[in-house]
């Protein structure tokens, strides 16, 4: 198993450019959600879906879109990019274990907005 | 709303030092306890998990952790820390409710000197 790939690893993005970060696991799992990371902030939740066809927002969702057309990926769209979502972003997994599940993280996208 | 606090942000010491990092969170119900590691330039990696029963959780690279539920804290132990031990650690916590998503703290940033 690959486990969580995400892509692309570094990207550049000028203020009100569109992207589309890929998230996609092998595992199976149910549950996909995305994460972004500041420095002294931990990671915050953007949006999660528990299931293909079901997405729902996370902590700080405002600039991103979802959708979860298949249970392996989970992409993750900025619409306008904007120099505050110059972030790490990383993509998890998990399946569902009677409220005891574990997530795994994927690589992360290191994305730079000028 | 389910919080952590890492009360640690920024942590040097020499190798073979005992290490102990601490955790607290609130939330009132049933909770997974969670440690993630990051080394640098790489993903979260879990440390350990505690979900219920014995409260002195082992996990890989000889750390541990213990639940005390009175003190809503899960502090990360180490009896002898080496240098490739340098990394940001991750306390997070996950209260079983239908977001199913971790709440982090904001990272502990620990330095082992040679």
């Known amino acids: 198993n690959a486990g969580v790939t995400q892509t692309p690893k570094f990207q550049v993005l000028k203020t009100g450019q569109s992207m589309t970060l890929q998230c996609a696991q092998d595992?199976?799992?149910?549950?996909m959600s995305w994460y972004r990371q500041d420095p002294g902030m931990g990671l915050r939740l953007i949006h999660y879906?528990?299931?293909?066809?079901?997405?729902d927002q996370g902590e700080v969702p405002n600039g991103y879109n979802v959708s979860r057309s298949t249970t392996e990926d989970f992409p993750l769209r900025l619409l306008s990019a904007a120099p505050s979502q110059t972030s790490v972003y990383f993509c998890a997994s998990s399946e569902t274990s009677g409220g005891r599940e574990t997530q795994y993280f994927g690589p992360g996208t290191r994305l730079l907005v000028l | 709303a389910q919080s952590v606090s890492q009360h640690n942000h920024h942590v040097i010491l020499s190798e073979a030092a005992s290490l102990e990092l601490g955790c607290n969170y609130s939330?009132?119900?049933?909770?997974?306890l969670f440690w993630y590691v990051q080394y640098p330039g790489q993903h979260l990696q879990l440390l350990l998990k505690y979900f219920s029963g014995d409260p002195l959780v082992k996990g890989i690279k000889g750390f541990e952790a213990e639940f005390i539920k009175s003190k809503f804290s899960f502090n990360l132990r180490k009896p002898s820390v080496q240098w490739s031990d340098t990394a940001e650690y991750f306390c997070?916590?996950?209260?079983?409710?239908?977001?199913?998503?971790?709440?982090f703290g904001s990272g502990t940033r620990l330095q082992v000197q040679p």
């Open positions: 997070a916590v996950n209260g079983n409710t239908g977001r199913r998503a971790l709440t």
């Open positions: 879906s528990v299931g293909a066809g079901i997405t």
């Open positions: 939330y009132g119900g049933t909770v997974n």
């Open positions: 595992m199976n799992h149910e549950y």
